[in-house]
Each structure stands twice: as C-alpha cells, then as structure tokens.
T-cell receptor, first 111, second 112 residues
Framework: DGGITQSPKYLFRKEGQNVTLSCEQN?????MYWYRQDPGQGLRLIYY???????QKGDIAEGYSVSREKKESFPLTVTSAQKNPTAFYLC??????????FGPGTRLTVL | GEDVEQSLFLSVREGDSSVINCTYT??????LYWYKQEPGAGLQLLTY?????DMKQDQRLTVLLNKKDKHLSLRIADTQTGDSAIYFC????????????FGAGTRLFVKA
C-alpha cells in the first residue's frame, strides 16, 4: 500500500537535546512538508521541499532543520534552539500543487 | 498577506445538517480544500473545489464558493456522530508555489 509514515508516534525529549523525527513516503511525490500543530492554531508550515536536494523555510523555521537527500525521506530535526518544541508534528507530501497526503503525526513532549 | 479564517467550534444534533464556514484572502487561489482530522491523527482530504466553480456536491457533502466575498462553506447533510472531528479549510495561492495555507480548524461536536 502506498502511503506516508512518521515515526515515532510519541517522543519525549529532555531540554537541551536535539531530536529527529522521521517521515517516509512511497507515493513517488516530489514535494514534502513539515507542519507544527498547536491547539487552536491550526497548521503552521516549518519547512517544505519541492524536489530532492532542495528545501525552503516555512513560516516558523527557527530552531528546526531538515534534509532531503532522497525523494522518499524528509527528516526533521528539532534543535535545542527551539524554545517551545512541545507540539504535534505532521509530515505531508504532494505531487505538486494540490492535495497533500498526511502522515499520522508525531507528538513531541519536552520534559 | 495570505490568511484563512474559520470559527473554532460548531455543535449540532445527530441527523441535522452542519455548515462550516471559512473566509480566505488570496483571490488568486486555484484550489480550495476541506480536510478532516480525527483525534490524534493526520489530516485527510474530504473534498476540494476549483476556483472557477460555485458549487460541488459529493454524497452528503456540499461545498459552496462565493469568490466575490472570498467565502467557502462545507455543508454536511444528516450529520452522524462519526463526523465529529476538526475540519480545516485551506487554499493554494497561485503565487505560493506548492504551499497550502490552512485555517485554524473548526471542531465539530455531534450530539446523539
């Protein structure tokens, strides 16, 4: 089955630690996205990539980093510079402009 | 700038119709979407409408687009308890590349 997966589902991190969230898709989509979701604020775009080896900052990129070395993979690193990282993180992919397919999300909690 | 606004909560009785409203700012948007999010899960596309259409119907779902007022609505007929979720309105601005702008989401409560 084609789809988009995220792991882990739940992640706990101590303050000051970097952590990497995984996102993989087998839909052969060129574009991939990372969003952060906080209660009552909807989805905010962190980073997006329209093609392999290229990515762009979204609206809230500070404290985050990404890489896009393979078409299928778009990992997100939450660095210690992110002041309030506790949130629900969603990864998505698309062929181009149009429908985005979302993963199940990773809930990150900073202890 | 680009913005999508929608009310945060809606409560309806089972069997009634639900109407979720949304306003957007970018008149160049090519596509407008409605996504559904169930608790603890990702978003799934419910339906979408091209900017050159006024209405789209898909089983229990009716989407109305008023381009003059930049207003989009989603009507769910015969609302069921399984429709309880968060509904996101979204637009893809023509000048935004592959970016999609999401509203804050409307949480729909369906009372039995």
């Amino acid at each position: 089955d084609g789809g988009i997966t995220q792991s882990p589902k739940y992640l706990f991190r101590k303050e000051g630690q970097n952590v990497t969230l995984s996102c993989e898709q087998n839909l052969n989509h060129d574009a991939m996205y990372w969003y952060r979701q906080d209660p009552g604020q909807g989805l905010r775009l962190i980073y997006y990539s329209q093609i392999v080896n290229d990515f762009q900052k979204g609206d809230i990129a500070e404290g985050y980093s990404v890489s896009r070395e393979k078409k299928e993979s778009f990992p997100l690193t939450v660095t210690s510079a992110q002041k309030n990282p506790t949130a629900f993180y969603l990864c998505a992919s698309s062929i181009g402009i149009g429908e985005q397919f979302f993963g199940p999300g990773t809930r990150l909690t900073v202890l | 700038g680009e913005d999508v606004e929608q009310s945060l909560f809606l409560s309806v009785r089972e069997g009634d119709s639900s109407v979720i409203n949304c306003t957007y700012t970018d008149s160049s948007s090519t596509y407008l979407y409605w996504y559904k999010q169930e608790p603890g899960a990702g978003l799934q596309l419910l339906t979408y409408i091209f900017s050159n259409m006024d209405m789209k119907q898909d089983q229990r779902l009716t989407v109305l687009l008023n381009k003059k007022d930049k207003h989009l609505s989603l009507r769910i007929a015969d609302t069921q308890t399984g429709d309880s979720a968060i509904y996101f309105c979204a637009e893809s601005p023509r000048t935004g590349g592959f970016k999609t702008i999401f509203g804050a989401g409307t949480r729909l409560f369906v009372k039995a």
